[in-house]
């Protein structure tokens, strides 16, 4: 199975600050099948990005994602207070389906 | 708007059985491939299992295949997990999950509607 490692572990910022997480993969990942979500707590995951850089439905502009390979980023431009949450990154293109371990980014 | 709401967690003894249920609406469910995955309170996504449209194509992961049995009813626009011979590290939140994109597989998906979850705790 394909092992995702996200890192930082957790992020501190604080708001109007760019955040850059990264999602490294044990094997290629073909960029159609990597996405990105958002949790809240007390709430389900949200979708983000999918396709490594195309936003869900209702996506901010200033969410973005790039990447492929073993190497896929999300990057927030502009933080908002609402961003502040954990975030997953996850491959659908090998059986099974893998979630990263999360990144929590917290305010500064 | 799509809504899905799961049912059937609870307190369970290990070795015992539970079968949870998501209920679909807002959507035509027959369209869409759907999965469940958990998540342990506090800890990480982990997907468990995934039914195609037409429940030809049926996933699961290693840790629950051959205890685990995911099933769905078209007519009812509903989704089901047969859990059997329940082990404490099966204790997790588990999600409803809708597959973005119409058809897709039991294997493969990304999601763009989960349920709240439904708790299910394995304990003597």
């Known amino acids: 199975e394909i092992v995702l490692t996200q890192s930082p572990g957790t992020l501190s910022l604080s708001p109007g600050e760019r955040a850059t997480l990264s999602c490294r993969a044990s094997q290629s990942v073909s960029s159609i099948y990597l996405a990105w979500y958002l949790q809240k707590p007390g709430q389900a995951p949200r979708l983000l990005i999918y396709?490594?850089?195309s936003r869900a439905t209702g996506i901010p502009d200033r969410f973005s994602g790039s990447g492929s390979g073993t190497d896929f980023t999300l990057t927030i431009s502009r933080l908002e207070p609402e961003d502040f949450a954990v975030y997953y990154c996850q491959q659908y293109g090998s059986s099974p389906i893998t979630f990263g371990q999360g990144t929590r980014l917290e305010i500064k | 708007e799509v809504q899905l709401v799961e049912s059937g967690g609870g307190l369970v003894q290990p070795g015992r059985s539970l079968r949870l249920s998501c209920a679909a609406s807002g959507l035509t469910f027959d369209d869409y491939a759907m999965h469940w995955v958990r998540q342990v309170p506090g800890k990480g996504l982990e997907w468990v299992s995934g039914i195609s449209w037409n429940s030809g194509s049926i996933g699961y992961a290693a840790s629950v295949k051959g205890r685990f049995t995911i099933s769905r009813d078209n007519g009812k626009n509903s989704l089901y997990l047969q859990m059997n011979s329940l082990r404490a590290e099966d204790t997790a939140l588990y999600y409803c999950?809708?597959?973005?994109?119409?058809?897709?597989?039991?294997?493969?998906?990304?999601?763009?509607?989960w349920g709240q979850g439904t708790l299910v705790t394995v304990s003597s």
């Open positions: 999950a809708k597959a973005r994109g119409v058809g897709g597989s039991g294997t493969y998906a990304h999601f763009d509607y």
């Open positions: 396709g490594a850089s």
